[in-house]
């Protein structure tokens, strides 16, 4: 294992990791979403940044998953937004308490339905032109401004279900499933979920992910294709495959490749860590493409 990938340890301390590696505290927490510096957590997955070696800060984006000591106010600096972004695109009431181990999403600005419903609109007369790129751009990073929306996002998606266009079919349906609520979303996703190919996949996909949101599991993902699990962050590591439809838990989001591997078009390798729920396993998934995640 590479020395720039660390597995926090009983008794540590940043000092004293920072200590071990011949780093500094500061170094540490440039390199990882660390809100509290006197609470590291065992097995925790810390960057030891190299010199030399310039790479994104671990542990957050799109979504992240809370600990003990977060604040609102901490996480706010920590993904250069503010609390009035991150407490609205989550629904959250109170700003001064967040419950740990819960997962919140992770954006930079409220999103502007109107603007976001003109944008799809546009790409949808477009629909048999659309590269990967503007696919990644407009789709893929619309799912989660819709999700920010929360229900309001539920009456345009509803209509964007029913776009001739398959490939807005198939984002609107993940977007459904990211917000996870609505039981008209479930008539409406119920006349796709028969249909074999992409739009019915995401359509099954959606309906499970809000049968488990509604049972209090929103915690758990499912995988939008067959994949592999690794056992570290790392390209020629050991993995075995889970198929599309994977229930997982997400332990740690964006965790940048510890070595700088990269994997065309979107440059650096982007890993998440997570626990299969059927089996326990703990491993790593890649991000594919413009380093986007294939969970729901």
């Not at 819960?102 to 949808?124: F, K």
């Not at 039981?183 to 992910?209: K, W």
Request: a neutral charge; aromatic letters at 8%; glycine letters at 8%.
């Amino acid at each position: 294992m590479p020395q720039n990938l660390y597995y926090v340890q009983p008794g540590d301390t940043l000092a004293g990791i920072a200590g071990r590696f011949g780093v500094t505290v500061q170094a540490i927490l440039e390199a990882n979403v660390i809100c509290n510096p006197n609470l590291i957590f065992v097995n925790q997955i810390l960057i030891i940044p190299s010199p030399g070696l310039d790479l994104p800060k671990a542990g957050g984006g799109p979504y992240y998953v809370v600990l003990p000591g977060d604040t609102l106010f901490c996480l706010a600096r920590q993904f250069n937004t503010s609390v009035r972004v991150l407490a609205a695109i989550n629904q959250i009431s109170n700003p001064n308490i967040i419950l740990s181990g819960t997962e919140l999403l992770i954006g930079p600005d409220i999103p502007d339905p109107a603007e976001l419903t003109a944008s799809w609109e546009s790409a949808e007369q477009q629909c048999d032109t659309l590269n990967s790129l503007q696919v990644h751009g407009i789709f893929y990073i619309g799912s989660f401004q819709w999700a920010a929306l929360g229900r309001t996002a539920v009456r345009p998606l509803l209509k964007f279900l029913n776009s001739p266009c398959d490939v807005v079919q198939y984002w609107a349906a993940i977007s459904l499933a990211r917000i996870a609520m609505n039981r008209q979303v479930r008539i409406s996703l119920n006349r796709f979920a028969n249909r074999t190919g992409a739009v019915g996949d995401a359509a099954r996909l959606a309906l499970r992910r809000i049968d488990l949101a509604a049972r209090g599991r929103k915690r758990v993902h499912l995988t939008t294709a067959n994949t592999y699990l690794a056992e570290e962050p790392f390209l020629d590591a050991p993995a075995v495959e889970l198929p599309m439809g994977t229930e997982v838990i997400v332990r740690r989001w964006h965790i940048p490749s510890p070595t700088g591997e990269e994997l065309p078009p979107g440059g650096l390798a982007i890993w998440d860590q997570v626990q299969v729920v059927a089996t326990g396993q703990i491993g790593f998934l890649l991000r594919v493409g413009y380093q986007e995640i294939e969970l729901v």
